[in-house]
């Protein structure tokens, strides 16, 4: 295959070549819109569809059942990080793109078209949780995948810039289906409608939004570094090789520990928080929410391409010590506020700090590992770290509330970044130190 990404022969990144990296870029991130959305959407329709699947007259023993399925997806994350790793390594990040959306594609379809228990029975709940389990796999393999490829397409002058668009989508996903939630409510159906049939119509968009990601990731660009790579016939995708990286592996799970545990808790969390213990209504609570959330997605590109300039260490670091020192604070001052304007500005001021890991945290990962394991290096520890510190946050978070103990966690999450930030000041600095141009 032709070298499409290569740079020029002046070093310059012209108005034809950023044409290509920026179109390559739109389409490997957009699994990650979908993703978030479908990730949204489960968890903000909840209300409306646990009594489909769980007909127990108790609301909160349906909750509960909901949360335990969307606590499988996390349970097979670290499962799909390993598989499409594997795929995306051994066969190209375009396959393996590819087969991922068209996954969450299949989970949003079982989803949307499943019968009612009372229609079915117990295959109901049983086809709820088949589809859980093919999108967490789906999660875990978007993540690793696209980071490597959009790391890989970017330019080396630029590639923070253009690997901080992952989170722009991804943020993006939720902003979606912010917006579809609100359409709904307010729009189109009552709230009947919506416990009676609406609650599939999200699901529906969902696969829609898939197949059109998988159909613009059928023609995508295969990576020079891929190409490059294979060429050499060097083993691809192995975990033997990869295990040959242990200080990279925990290099992974150390950054990722507090920014994830950050990350979702000023975007899953903070939408219950801000409803639960600021005490604002629903609709300032949404409002707030889309606010912060369109803040969050202003700051990716700014930040990404600071570190391009400076190197990715400095805003690591920046992230780190802003986090230990504000997290308790913000989060105090939060719950104390009854406004919502101020509520809106200290979730920003909280992005601010969180957006120096979230910018540029994939293109950090992809730049510790060689092209023939660089998937499965990002994608695996990632997953499990996520498993283990992102997607229990806010479980933790309500946990220390319904125990009286609220404050406890900003000091729990305030200790997770003070941990990674010990890890942003002893690594070394992947701009400067990268592993991109390695193929072994």
């Known amino acids: 295959m032709a070298d499409t990404f290569a740079p020029p022969a002046d070093g310059k990144l012209h108005f034809d070549d950023a044409k290509k990296r920026i179109k390559a870029i739109f389409i490997g991130s957009m699994g990650n819109l979908v993703e978030w959305y479908d990730f949204y959407a489960y968890t903000a329709f909840a209300l409306y569809f646990a009594p489909a699947f769980f007909p127990n007259s108790d609301p909160v023993v349906q909750q509960l059942n909901v949360a335990v399925l969307f606590a499988a997806t996390f349970l097979m994350r670290p499962l799909g990080g390993w598989l499409f790793g594997y795929l995306a390594d051994t066969y190209g990040r375009r396959i393996s793109l590819t087969i991922s959306v068209l996954c969450m594609c299949f989970g949003s379809l079982i989803i949307a078209c499943t019968p009612t228990y009372a229609t079915i029975g117990i295959a109901a709940p049983i086809l709820l949780a088949l589809a859980r389990i093919i999108e967490g ?20 002058k630029h590639r923070g810039f253009y690997s901080s668009f992952q989170y722009v989508t991804l943020i993006g996903g939720q902003l979606t289906a912010i917006i579809v939630l609100l359409l709904l409510q307010k729009v189109f159906l009552t709230e009947q409608e919506l416990k009676d049939w609406g609650w599939r119509i999200p699901f529906v968009i969902g696969a829609g939004l898939a197949v059109f990601t998988a159909v613009m990731r059928r023609d995508m660009h295969e990576t020079d570094q891929f190409v490059e790579a294979k060429k050499q016939a060097k083993p691809m995708g192995s975990l033997r090789a990869l295990m040959a990286y242990p200080r990279e592996l925990l290099l992974v799970v150390g950054l990722t520990a507090g920014g994830t545990a950050a990350f979702y808790t000023f975007t899953t969390y903070m939408q219950t928080f801000v409803k639960l213990s600021v005490g604002l209504t629903a609709d300032q609570t949404t409002t707030v929410i889309f606010g912060t959330l369109v803040f969050a997605c202003l700051l990716q590109p700014i930040y990404g391409a600071i570190s391009d300039r400076i190197g990715r260490k400095p805003l690591l670091i920046f992230f780190g010590v802003a986090g230990t020192l504000a997290t308790v604070p913000i989060l105090t001052a939060l719950q104390a506020t009854k406004s919502p304007f101020i509520a809106f500005l200290l979730i920003c001021g909280a992005w ?71 890890i942003y000041a002893t690594m070394r600095d992947t701009k400067h130190k990268s592993a991109m141009h390695r193929h072994e």
Not at 358 to 370: Q, Y
């Open 137 to 156: 796999l789906s999660l875990g393999g978007e993540y690793g995948a696209s980071a490597t490829y959009l790391s890989e397409v970017a330019d080396p």
């Open 352 to 422: 601010v700090f969180v957006a120096g890991y979230t910018s540029i945290n994939a293109v950090v990962k992809a730049e510790l590992f060689p092209t023939n394991i660089r998937a499965l290096g990002v994608g695996v520890p990632y997953a499990l770290t996520v498993s283990i510190f992102g997607g229990t946050a806010p479980a933790i978070a309500l946990y220390f509330k319904q125990i009286g103990h609220e404050q406890w966690f900003y000091y729990y999450l305030s200790g997770m970044i003070f941990l990674s930030l010990l």
